[in-house]
């Protein structure tokens, strides 16, 4: 969440995410269920961070989350859903906007990264994880802030990028213990996890002609407050 005292994460279930598409080949022998659709990300984050500040913070979050997300933070997960309902939302919500969106080539996982602002004026990057539902829809499946000295520097348009459509590829190496989901086509993969004395990782790849690009790299310290 992309709060100051507790910025929480939202994670779901890796399987759910790295599942199969068993849609119809094309003739390039790839399964094409659909086709990227960055754009609907973007409308999709901006309508959560608009309901943020209509309907309260927690009731945005607890309408865009899919089932099964979970909440995580410094000490471990907590389901998503059912502590969000049990929250009141506070006075004034936080406020955020996309700056970047990363999408597999059959649009059923993209990622989203920007600016947070809190109502204490505290600034930050969040990171978020959007997995297209069976209605078509967009819902976060992992949700990621941490505050910074600085607010990240506003691009002049959102930056989207969908990753080459010619490669699938098995899910890239991690740390012993890790967990990385895979978009249904195998071109966007994710991780985050705990490394070492308890430093945070977040990563995000994209497929290219040359395999795998990390183009996301975030590693917090054990000790960094939040």
């Keep these: 969440m992309r709060t100051t005292a507790a910025i929480m994460l939202a994670i779901a279930s890796l399987a759910t995410a790295a599942c199969t598409s068993t ?12 086709r990227a659709n960055p754009g609907k990300v973007v409308a999709t984050e901006l309508a959560f961070a608009r309901a943020a500040q209509e309907d309260g913070q927690w009731t945005a979050f607890a309408e865009f989350a899919a089932d099964g997300g979970l909440l995580f933070g410094r000490n471990g997960a907590i389901e998503a859903k059912p502590w969000l309902k049990a929250q009141e939302n506070p006075p004034a919500a ?84 890790a967990s990385v989901a895979t978009s ?35 590693n917090l310290p054990a000790n960094r407050s939040e």
Excluded at 199 to 210: H, I, N, P, Q, S
């Design 23 to 34: 849609g119809p080949r094309t003739p390039y022998g790839r399964f094409m269920e659909a």
């Design 94 to 177: 936080v406020q955020w906007e996309p700056h970047r969106v990363w999408s597999s080539c059959d649009g059923s996982l993209a990622v989203t990264q920007g600016a947070f602002v809190d109502p204490e004026g505290t600034v930050g990057t969040f990171n978020t994880v959007w997995q297209r539902q069976a209605d078509g829809e967009y819902r976060w499946v992992f949700d990621f802030g941490y505050p910074q000295a600085e607010a990240p520097a506003k691009p002049e348009m959102i930056a989207t990028r969908v990753a080459d459509c010619d490669e699938r590829l098995a899910a890239p190496s991690v740390e012993p213990g």
């Design 184 to 218: 249904r086509d195998g071109t966007l993969a994710w991780s985050f996890h705990f490394v070492g004395e308890g430093e945070r990782r977040y990563d995000v790849w994209l497929a290219g002609d040359e395999g795998w690009e990390q183009v996301v790299d975030v």
